[in-house]
């Protein structure tokens, strides 16, 4: 009858309303589960762009402060070639070096006249090149065009040199003429009791800085014959003896000069002919002063 079409009617909406129901509960519960496996993804922080510079309160950099001329002997690039190695004897330059704390600062060609001069050409900016020609072997002359070269490019160099006499053509001698120096003559066999070696401007900072209190006038002989060379200076150089044979001599009669405001040092007697801890400290001396004067150089080209 029409009551019992009418309520089955009803029954039959009422099941399926509650079963679409149950199929949207299932498919709300699918998605949250979907949802919740999904790994959160983290944009890099450079494609947010720099942050707003107005909400910035830190303060802007400070400038570096800049290096003092100690700081920078102590970062300095040194070559070294000493060639005392095969004799043997003690390596006073090495020794220098080491005591002033530049063991890391160098490199050390010992008496290796190739790997000195591969080192020259190499193209590396040195701060100081160091060249001990004590050992009775003298280096070629095409090496005073690579000290030229050194010193032109504004480098400090430290030389000793024992026969620059025997050695003295062009090379050499446009080396010696561009420091304002000439070799005077051959220091050859001087008399057992005339090998002190005077300090001529007792003042200068090679002779105080870092130490004090060295001095030349005691020595022992370890070589014999050609004992080393004199030097003058060229009339109207800067070029400075600092020691000679002759206390009241200042222009003659040398055995050690400077030129090139300090950067350049030119020993010509024996260093083993003297006192170990004189000496040594004497190369302290030159080291720390000639590149002084190299990084003030470099601080007045960069002005």
Known sequence: DQSSQSTHATQTARAATQIAINVQSTINAQVATDAAMITPTTIPAETLGPPNPTESTDPPPANPTPLTVDQ?????????????????????IKQALDNLGLSRSYVDTKDATGNF?????????????IAGVEARSAIQGEFFDYFNDQVNDGTAVI????????IAGAKATAFLTNCGLKVQGDWYEPPM???SVWWLYGEHPIFHEPNEGMSLVNYSPYWFGDTGDLLKTIPGSDAVLLAGTYAQEKNSYGLLATCHDGRVIVQTYSSHDYRQDDVVRLWENYIYNSLRSHFEYEL???D
């Open 72 to 92: 920078m002997i102590e970062d300095a690039n040194i070559l070294l070639f000493e060639n005392v190695t095969k004799i043997p004897l003690p390596r006073y």
């Open 117 to 129: 001069k591969a080192q020259l050409l190499s193209g590396t900016f040195w701060d100081l090149v």
């Open 159 to 166: 030389l000793e040199l024992w026969d620059l006499d025997n």
């Open 193 to 195: 009791t005339a090998r």
């Open 300 to 302: 007045s080209q960069s």
